[in-house]
């Protein structure tokens, strides 16, 4: 299916201000961008850069005054995300080296403190998919997704405590109970078609069977129509703006997704 | 200044082929991608990937049929490239490590066989940016430049021999002249506005002062509009499309570059 | 000065278990590796990699039985660590894009809950080099250095609270500082002389004037005599071995750091 | 088997001369390094870092008087390369990204200018193993391995003419008809066992059947006791020194190859 996918920011900065943005999706395997066009006013210099995760980052530093962002694509995206309930567990030792730093706990996703948890719920499921299945399907049952519930990320041990949370804190979990059963996960930032409210969203793959799946623990009628913008860690790693230096206010976060044709 | 290029494809492809494109211009210090499109019929699975240059490369299997491409993109560029002579030589053991692969002699840039061409040509000139420029002048003064009088890329030696050739070809002497001094140097395939006959243009940057600058042999009146889309050592890295197997007829390459806002 | 070191593992294996090791130090600007040894037994395949933040990594399964690691480095490193107190902060829009991800949270330094704590420790401090001594300052003297105290990493956040720590944890809390400031902040996991008890050791490095400086606020009399092996965002990027599957029993650990020459 | 290697380098330096080595060798999946000593005289600065393709190599402006490197390595590997007669061909869109480089030509390799030639040696073979084993067959009995004969590196045209050439320069020409078959080729640098008369050699890989196959057309009774040091294109990529500004004498380079252990 093709989407146009659309992000429109508006910040009040007061004071010169350094942001980096991740708001150019790429293409890849797994999507096709097709149209992009990316405006940032006012007129400034913007380094555009890849970070460590492959991600296209933008640099500047924005003047005292309005800032507007607005970033769209055209983008073909796969009307259902692939499925395989057979693909098994993959053993560390034959995991490429790039993945494996997918691991590790980060910031918000505190592995090593869920293996009891882990345990309990993926008892008797297959190893691989099943297991990251069973994983998504105690998220869902158990977290409430609440969307607009936190502003700032919370970790997974949080989100657990809290019983709730937006996206971004159900994908944290996920990650947290995958990496503690030595299965790579990871966050992804980007759109979903159909969402409810429309906004940025965050969910998680997950590394089994020789590549990575679509886990969204916050759907379920919706069975396609991702649009990746980031990948990293956890929320830290795919901020879609960071700021630096006193808070701005944000005048305008507005998203749209469409489709424009099959 | 802000420029709208574009460049449209197509071919007459026989039997299934391996394609990989360089077309899509990347944001960086010197230009900002504004707006981008890339269409590519008929619809088959496509990955894009970075190469070791940093360049996004799209690689696709051809079926058997006519194959177009689309690429256009609205870019900030400068009006006129930054030029310094008083930008100094950088010594070898002061070059940023990623730098150091640009002083090697590549396919067409036989740099290790030009060192006594180089040195009576800078003779008396400051080490660096007006080395550099010397090199250029000669280039325009000895090498005539007759656009679309080769097919394929010819190496700095065969050029000097031939006493002409193409963009791509006086990029490749100018490169090997450079190397051949220990100055870092590098080939960029792209646009430029007013380049006639308009076609896809070829130039190249030196690293003096602790940056690259834009030389082009091929110009005299041009000061500006350049937009790149691929760098490399030299032609072999930096094709537009490399088609492996059987040979494809090309059936269209035409390219614009329009200026549509100061 | 030239160091020899030296670290002695061993492992009761019951099951095969993957290992990643992260213990052959890396010549670089501060430090010459003359000669290193690195034996492993039993006899088995092993596949040495650089993880994304240039560490040299090993992997390997490890049959069940005695497993042993025994790695020596002679090292040329400085007597002095550099200190510059004139060192000025780096402003976001200067640093080097590969030094960007050092100002992100991490699993064990939660940067974005330490911006209150760390403006009163640095007040009136010039911004630099001198922040980074208020802060190591302010660890040596409120988070009591006990070493052995601790077998799993703790979070910076749980270090404040304890106010005690080993070497890990007294880095984690002053990188998470540092981050909350826009300091770039790395741990670093090596070897240092005269360290007493004698064991693997951790430190940490700040970003300030353009290079990175060495900070360690558990010692006071040592200046000098610090061997790099590892660095990461926090301990969970550079532990000295990651096992995987169930536990290994550990036999010995043994670490030693000899003076050789001048 | 378990090899010892060593490099005993020594330069009479002029002026204070910029070098770049290349002879630290790496662990991989072929060979493990358990022993490593690099000493270089008189005490300099030296930077180590990792080009881009893996090679760790090492910087430093050595001072006017005697330079002398030495370096020695106790390896394991193979006691027989890799062989299998039945590796596949792998079709471009299956190579993996990081190998697509090694399709293109380059300094020493133009393999633009072999497609003719490379197809009347592999006439009638099965595609990928038993073409390069052609190419490597056809080199053994058309070009003339004289050891010495050469000290600068010649391309695989001047090769092929000449008739002759060292091991450098069997090697180009055999990856030049690789890849003008669309196999990925590449150059390694580095020790073999019995080697007569000994000396730093170099060979060929070929990326057939998923992985990479050691190729080297200047031995018969020899079948394994390789030990890489380099990768790159070719010559230009893997000289074990790079030196710039004048030229140095070089007064010794005596390298030894013995077997320690089974």
């Given at each position: 299916m093709w989407l146009r996918v659309s992000c429109d920011l508006a910040f009040d900065v007061e004071t010169p201000t350094p942001f980096i943005l991740m708001l150019r999706p790429r293409s890849g395997a797994e999507q096709w961008i097709e149209r992009d066009e990316f405006k940032i006013a006012p007129n400034m210099s913007i380094i555009e850069f890849t970070d460590g995760y492959g991600n296209l980052c933008q640099r500047f530093v924005a003047p005292k005054g309005e800032l507007t962002i607005y970033t769209t694509s055209d983008v073909k995206t796969s009307e259902f995300v692939d499925v395989d309930f057979g693909a098994p567990f993959v053993e560390i030792q034959h995991l490429p080296n790039d993945v494996l730093c997918y691991l590790l706990p980060s910031r918000y996703c505190e592995?090593?403190?869920?293996n009891e948890l882990a345990n309990s719920i993926i008892a008797?499921?297959?190893?691989?998919y099943q297991q990251v299945q069973a994983i998504e399907d105690w998220l869902r049952h158990t977290i409430s997704y609440i969307p607009?519930?936190?502003?700032y990320p919370t970790s997974a041990i949080e989100v657990n405590q809290k019983g709730s949370g937006v996206c971004r804190d159900l994908a944290h979990l996920g990650i947290a109970l995958c990496r503690s059963l030595s299965i790579p996960a990871r966050m992804v930032v980007g759109y979903l078609h159909?969402?409810?409210?429309m906004d940025m969203h965050a969910w998680f793959e997950a590394y089994v069977g020789g590549r990575w799946y679509v886990f969204d623990a916050?759907?379920?009628?919706?069975?396609g129509g991702y649009v990746s913008v980031g990948y990293g860690l956890d929320a830290a790693d795919v901020a879609i703006f960071n700021q630096f230096g006193p808070a701005v206010h944000t005048l305008k976060q507005r998203v749209t997704v469409t489709q424009i044709k099959n």
């Open positions: 592995s090593d403190r869920f008797n499921k297959m190893p691989g607009g519930s936190s502003v159909n969402l409810k409210p916050t759907q379920t009628g919706i069975k």
